[in-house]
């Protein structure tokens, strides 16, 4: 058992052990056992936070999800313009270098494999993705070609972009071609300009067959 007071660093320093292991070794080759070697804690102070290896897995991933979303509204926050927060947003959440991106990535990667197998897990990752569809979502309204889109567009927009994000981070991981990042702003930029012409031209198109409607009514 923790000593009184010690519950709070003991518990962050077996959360940053359990990430790196799982970035490294993968959920299947992580044991109980290893996560307290790594963190140089007894197995059962271990236990004491976490009844079994799937909740450690559920805390890895909210470290990790937690770490990339605060850095990302961070990075967002400082820029002023639409195109460079999307360029904020890609560098942060794909690009960047810290060791802790890679690690985080994994970490990912590995929960997304895991929840194949465990809906209460599916139900977390997608509980964290609808977390990071909003900092998209926020994104997306300041661009120019997203002004006249309505707030169920944007969500829906930003959906489609976390799905095209979560490739290229699994890309990152294992992927041979290396990615240009400035491509890859530019390729967004010029889907959020086209996604914004096609609506606008369902639209007008949606228009007159209202009004045909209301006319008949």
Same mark, same amino acid.
């Given at each position: ?28 080759? %992580? ?11 007894? $197995?059962? %102070?271990?236990? #004491?936070?976490?009844?079994? @290896? ?7 991933? !909210?470290?990790?999800? *937690? ?5 990302? @509204? =961070? ?19 794909? !690009? ?21 197998? #465990? ?7 997608? @509980? ?42 699994? #890309?990152?991981? $294992?992927?041979? %071609?290396?990615?240009?990042? =400035? ?17 606008? #031209? ?6 007159? *067959? ?6 008949? =009514?």
């Amino acid at each position: 058992m923790p000593k009184l007071g010690m519950e709070p660093i003991r518990r962050e320093q077996i959360r940053k052990a359990a990430v790196k292991l799982i970035a490294k070794r993968g959920f299947d080759r %992580t044991t109980l056992r290893h996560v307290a070697l790594q963190a140089k804690v007894s $197995t059962g %102070t271990v236990n #004491h936070y976490y009844p079994n @290896k799937l909740a450690v897995l559920f805390d890895a991933l !909210f470290y990790a999800s *937690e770490w990339f979303q605060i850095r990302m @509204k =961070e990075a967002i926050a400082k820029e002023v313009t639409g195109p460079d927060k999307l360029r904020a947003l890609v560098y942060v959440g794909v !690009f960047e270098g810290p060791r802790e991106v890679a690690i985080g990535q994994a970490v990912w990667i590995w929960a997304l494999a895991e929840s194949v197998r #465990h809906k209460p897990l599916r139900v977390y990752i997608e @509980k964290r993705r609808r977390l990071f569809q909003l900092i998209i979502a926020d994104v997306l309204r300041a661009l120019d070609a997203c002004r006249n889109m309505s707030e169920a567009e944007i969500s829906e927009f930003a959906t489609e972009l976390d799905c095209y994000l979560d490739g290229l981070c699994i #890309h990152q991981v $294992t992927g041979e %071609t290396r990615l240009d990042p =400035e491509a890859v702003v530019r390729s967004l930029l010029a889907m959020a300009e086209g996604r914004a012409a096609a609506q606008a #031209h369902a639209n007008g198109l949606r228009q007159p *067959e209202q009004r045909r409607g209301r006319a008949a =009514e």
